[in-house]
């Protein structure tokens, strides 16, 4: 079963306007992980955040991580159009040597 | 070349063709994944390859057989596949399987009659 349930499953804004979406997991994480996804294309990989790591930025991105809780979120900043597409959060727990575990994702709509 | 490139981006076949997937990259990675995405739902890993050998199989059915020729090469090998492995299949590497980002290629769209 996967690790991460994302919500909203979609969201739909207006350029300008800030999109938050959350994830949460299960098990321990050594790091959680943001892509995005544009319609049936690959993953592009976002920003990573560590579990000792609290919050992090990079641009119009911020994501923070509660451990306590198992929960992540990922703010979008004055949203564009070209944002519009499915963001995943994704774990790597301490064994899982290889594996990208991802949340059920979530559609984000940006109108122009 | 900072990209996972993979070929076809679309195949159609039936149930009882054999077909293969590719995947190259030439950014030096020594691990390269599959994974299974279906419509509107999360990538879903299948194999690890670390070093060209198969580290990980996630329960994968037989029919799906994995290759690693080379460091810079993996195959998907498809047999007598059922319509339910219609879906998007990726193929992502990273410099080694413990680093934490993995690049995607697009994808190949399957569509099994």
């Known amino acids: 079963s996967q690790q991460g349930e994302e919500d909203p499953q979609a969201l739909s804004i207006q350029e300008g306007e800030n999109a938050t979406m959350n994830c949460s997991y299960k098990?321990?994480?050594?790091?959680l992980q943001w892509y995005r996804q544009n319609s049936g294309r690959g993953l592009v990989h976002l920003i990573l955040?560590?579990?000792?790591?609290r919050e992090k930025h990079s641009g119009r991105l911020r994501v923070t991580l509660d451990t306590s809780k198992k929960s992540s979120s990922l703010l979008i900043t004055a949203s564009r159009a070209a944002d519009t597409a499915s963001y995943f959060c994704?774990?790597?727990?301490?064994?899982?040597?290889?594996?990208?575990?991802f949340g059920q994702g979530t559609i984000l709509t940006v109108h122009p | 070349d900072t990209e996972v490139t993979q070929t076809p981006k679309h195949l159609v076949m039936g149930m009882t063709n054999k077909k293969s997937l590719k995947c190259e990259q030439h950014m030096g990675h020594r691990a390269m994944y599959w994974y299974k995405q279906k419509a509107k739902k999360p990538p879903e890993l299948m194999f690890v390859y670390s070093y060209e050998k198969l580290s990980i199989n996630e329960s994968v059915p037989s029919r799906f057989s994995p290759e690693c020729p080379n460091s810079s090469l993996l195959n998907l090998h498809l047999h007598a596949l059922q319509p339910e492995d219609s879906a998007l299949y990726l193929c992502?590497?990273?410099?080694?399987?413990?680093?934490?980002?993995?690049?995607f290629g697009p994808g190949t769209r399957l569509t099994v009659l």
């Open positions: 992502a590497s990273s410099p080694t399987a413990t680093y934490n980002e993995q690049f």
């Open positions: 994704a774990t790597r727990g301490g064994t899982s040597y290889g594996k990208l575990t």
């Open positions: 955040i560590r579990s000792n790591e």
């Open positions: 098990t321990s994480i050594n790091n």
